[in-house]
Every structure is written in structure tokens, then in C-alpha cells.
T-cell receptor, first 112, second 113 residues
């Protein structure tokens, strides 16, 4: 079964520093990958998605992710963290049954 | 208009009770889902419906039952509530195609006391 693994359940960065959240997927076929963000007491909001059109995907709020087949990775980055980026981030994969499987999440803390 | 709406937002109930959570989407999507998010933020898929047909049931207790009166609604019924059912439940919908994302509701925080 397809799945995703997020390394690091908690990541702390200083305001203005690079944000790097890791996601690896397991599949023999390039999957459909997504990053979602969850702010406190809210639902999940799509940040970006990979759909095989380009390996570097740009999303909302300055986030981007690069699909690397050789590394089976889809890491999320942002050049400069902002206080408002503090949230829970989820990597997800969509399987052929139209099911979304989520990673365990990474809690991002931004230190002023 | 909210794309995916759930009611209620908060639900506090006693063990043994039966409760329902409603979900409606106005996006015209073909597939709807229910997810459970536990205290560690882990998201587990419970059910998905495609055109009113259940297409997956991820080994959840049979006390949980989805009901879909039409394509725009997927309600979650829970019988004989247990303490371990306390969690946040999210409804979601998607067009059901491989390159499309899911849209989530705001969640229902269920607390069983």
C-alpha cells in the first residue's frame, strides 16, 4: 500500500530562517502527492500538490516542494519563516482508489 | 458559502449515547470522506463514499456507520459511544480523480465523558 513518512514530528526554526519539512513516500509508481497545513482548531488547507507536470511545485504562502523520484521524497520548503507559519503540516498521497493517506504530521514552531 | 460544512463543531456526550455528525459539501464532488484525528494529530481514514456507494471501510468499529442521503451529504452515526471515541472528526470531499485534492471541513471535536 502507498504511504508517506514524515521525518521529525516537531521542527523549530527562527523567524526568517529556512523551513524544511521532510516527506518520503513509498511506491513503485509516481504517486499524487500533497502538502496540507492545519492551523490550531481548524481544518486542513491545501498548500500545494504534485501532479507530474513539474518536479518543483509552488504553493501558497511562499511554500514550495520538490518531487525527487530517485529519493522518493517530496520535501516542503520556505526560504524565510514567518510567525504565521506556525502550524501542523501533513504530507499526503492519493492512491488509485482515490483514498488520501496522511503522514503523521510535523508541528512547526517559529521562534521570534 | 462554506465548501464543506460540518455540524456540530463541538459535541460533548456521555458514554453509551448515540450521536450523529452531519456533513454537507456544495462543490459537486463525487467522493466524500470521514477522517478521525486523534490527540497526537494522526489522521486516519474511516470511510469514503463515491456516488453514494461505500468504497472503503478502514476496520473501524461497526458502532460507526456512514449515511449518505444524497451525493452532497455524508453523515456519521456513532452508537454506544466510548471514551476512546473522543477525537476530532473531519469530513472531506474530492472530485474523485487522481490529480485532485480533498477539501476539508472545519472538524467536529467529540468529547465522550
Amino acid at each position: 500500500a502507498q504511504s508517506v513518512t514524515q521525518l521529525g514530528s516537531h521542527v523549530s526554526v527562527s523567524e526568517g530562517a529556512l523551513v524544511l519539512l521532510r516527506c518520503n513516500y513509498s511506491s513503485s509508481v509516481p504517486p499524487y502527492l500533497f502538502w496540507y497545513v492545519q492551523y490550531p482548531n481548524q481544518g486542513l488547507q491545501l498548500l500545494l500538490k504534485y501532479t507530474s507536470a513539474a518536479t518543483l511545485v509552488k504553493g501558497i504562502n511562499g511554500f514550495e516542494a520538490e518531487f525527487k523520484k530517485s529519493e522518493t521524497s517530496f520535501h516542503l520548503t520556505k526560504p524565510s519563516a514567518h510567525m504565521s507559519d506556525a502550524a501542523e503540516y501533513f504530507c499526503a498521497v492519493m492512491s488509485t482508489g482515490n483514498q488520501f493517506y496522511f503522514g503523521t504530521g510535523t508541528s512547526l514552531t517559529v521562534i521570534p | 458559502d462554506t465548501a464543506v460544512s460540518q455540524t456540530p463543531k463541538y459535541l460533548v456526550t456521555q458514554m453509551g449515547n448515540d450521536k450523529s455528525i452531519k456533513c454537507e459539501q456544495n462543490l459537486g464532488h463525487d467522493t466524500m470522506y470521514w477522517y478521525k484525528q486523534d490527540s497526537k494529530k494522526f489522521l486516519k481514514i474511516m470511510f469514503s463514499y463515491n456516488n453514494k456507494e461505500l468504497i472503503i471501510n478502514e476496520t473501524v468499529p461497526n458502532r460507526f456507520s456512514p449515511k449518505s442521503p444524497d451525493k452532497a451529504h455524508l453523515n456519521l452515526h456513532i452508537n454506544s459511544l466510548e471514551l476512546g471515541d473522543s477525537a476530532v472528526y473531519f469530513c472531506a470531499s474530492s472530485p474523485g480523480q487522481l490529480n485532485t485534492e480533498a477539501f476539508f471541513g472545519q472538524g467536529t471535536r467529540l468529547t465522550v465523558v
